[in-house]
């Protein structure tokens, strides 16, 4: 087995600048590090247990396939927040049969970024 010390997903944009605009002001990510110079130059994002690189650039958008999850502590604070700032909204806050509160939104790209909060009843909030 691999033993792997650390991780992150890694995003060519079709711009790069407009992805770090949206990564790092209109969703507000903490910046971990940057690397290189120029437009396609390297910025890693925080992702709460993770990591988001977006470096580099691509002739065509990421696989459709590519989604995000981000945890929030309020997905309705992060709503009007994220719609203050111009978001691509695809869908607000709704909670889902599963019991988890989601909205999704879309970067500059097109890849889909679920916003969720887990309620405090949730079981994934608790350990079996």
Known sequence: MVHVLGSRVLLRPTDPER?????GEVLGLAV?????T??????VYFLGGGFLEVSGRSESPPAPGLQLWLQVADV???????????????RPPL???WGLVEMWVADPDG???AVVEVPADHPLRFRP
């Not at 309705?76 to 695809?90: D, H, N, S």
Request: charged share 30%; net charge positive; glycine share 14%.
């Open 19 to 23: 992805s770090r605009a949206f990564y």
């Open 38 to 43: 120029g437009p396609e130059r390297g910025t």
């Open 32 to 36: 971990y590090r940057e690397f290189g």
């Open 111 to 113: 890849v889909r970024i």
């Open 95 to 97: 909670k889902e049969p």
């Open 76 to 90: 309705q604070a992060a709503y009007e927040e994220l719609r203050g700032r111009g978001a691509q909204v695809l």
